[in-house]
C-alpha cells in the first residue's frame, strides 16, 4: 500500500467508524481501528478520542512493535493487539475493535471454553474464504486483562492453530480484521449479527 492509498483508506475507515459509533458498537470513548500504512507502519486511533467523530488528526502512526513514530502523541491503550494482527496475518489491511452486548456478554459466557462455535448461518459466507452456509466457525476468546503483552501471548496460540478473521476478549469486545477497511467492516458486521443471533437463541434481548 503506498501513501496515497493509506490516505484514501484512512477517509473510508473514518466514515465506517462513524456508522459503527453511530449503531451503538462505540460506547463512551471505547473502541480503536487501524489500517496497515505500509510494510512496517501502522495507522492507528489516538487514545481517548470519539470515535463518532474522527478525523485524520485522531490517528497517528506507529511501527510493527506499537512503538510511537509521533512524539507527544499517545495511541490506543490496546495498540500491541493491532501490531500484533499485523505481524501474524500479513494480508491484513484493517483491524476494528469494537464493544456490544452481545460482544461483551456472549464472550462472557462461553470465556470457560475458550471459544464460541457458530455453524449454520446463511451469513458466515460474508467471511473471506468461506462459501457456504453448511460450515462451522469457532471464535477465539481470551481472558481479559489490562496488560496488553499478556492479552497478546494468550491469543497468539490461536494464530499458528487456523485461520480466523476475529477474536473476543471476554467481558470486552470484538477484534476483527480484513485485507481492507471494507472486508475488515463486512467481517466484523457478520460477526456482531452472528453474536446477536445466538445470544436471541439463548434469550437474551441487545
Known sequence: MNFQDANAELERLIACTA??????????????????????NCLITVSGRDKGRLSADDFMRVDSRGMALEPGRTSS??????????????????????HSLA??????????????????????????????????IRIPIVANSQDMNALCEAIAPAF???????????????????????EAHRHLDAFEFLLTAEMTKLGFRT
Open 19 to 40: 456508522k459503527l459509533a453511530a449503531a451503538g458498537l462505540t460506547p463512551a470513548t471505547s473502541s480503536n481501528f487501524s489500517i496497515r500504512a505500509d510494510a512496517e
Open 160 to 182: 499458528a492453530e487456523t485461520a480466523f478473521w476475529g477474536y473476543l476478549i471476554a467481558g470486552h469486545g470484538l477484534y476483527a480484521w480484513g485485507r481492507d477497511v471494507e
Open 103 to 136: 460482544q461483551t456478554l456472549l464472550s462472557m459466557r462461553h470465556a470457560n471454553d475458550g471459544f464460541i462455535e457458530i455453524k449454520g448461518y446463511e451469513l458466515l459466507k460474508a467471511f473471506h474464504g468461506i462459501k457456504t452456509h453448511d460450515t462451522a
Open 77 to 98: 491503550a490496546e495498540t500491541l493487539l493491532h501490531t500484533q494482527i499485523y505481524r501474524e496475518r500479513p494480508e491484513a489491511g484493517a483491524v476494528m475493535h469494537t
